[in-house]
C-alpha cells in the first residue's frame, strides 16, 4: 500500500522517503546482499533513507526523546505498550506476546481477529497465524481461540515473541 501510494503522489526523482525500522532489523531495510526495502525500491529509482539504522545506532528510548525534541507525539500503539504502531495491533505476523498485550489493552480488536481466523479455519482447516511450539518441539498452529483460552486459565506467554512484521520490505 505505501509503494502504491508513493508512486501516485510522488516523483522518485524528488522523494526522500524516511522509514522507521531501527538497527536491530537492519536486514529489512538493507541486508547488504541486494535484499530489503532500500535495493528493492532503489531498483525503481526510489531513495529510502532509515536514520535509526546508522551510527550512533539510537535505542527506542533515543527515538522516542528525538521525536519529543521534534514535538512529533510517541505513536498511541507504542504508548499503549506495544513493540511497534503497525496495523492498529491487528498484524497477521504478530507473535503470542503481542497477542496477549493486545487481548489484555484492545480485547476488542483481539476478539475482532479470533473471528476472522475462526472464520478462514472453517475454510481452510487446521491454520492459525501463531504457531504453539510447546510439547514435543513439534510446530503445530495455535489459533487466537486456544492462546485466548491458555490466558484466561493463567498460562504462562512468552512476551517477548512479539512477531517479525515483514511489512514495506516486500
Known sequence: MADRWLDQHSDPATALVYVG????????FDDGQGGGLRPRRAADGWHYAAPMCAPPYPSKSDAVEWLRELGIERP?????????????????????????????VHPERYAFDEEREEECRALLGDVAMLTDRSGDGVKKPLPLRVLRERIEAGAQVDMFEIGGCGCFVG
Open 76 to 104: 498511541r500503539l507504542t504508548r499503549e505498550g506495544f513493540a511497534h504502531n503497525n496495523c492498529a495491533s491487528h498484524c497477521c505476523k504478530a507473535g503470542q506476546g503481542h497477542r496477549a498485550h493486545q487481548l489484555r
Open 21 to 28: 525500522i531501527d538497527w536491530t532489523e537492519i536486514h529489512r
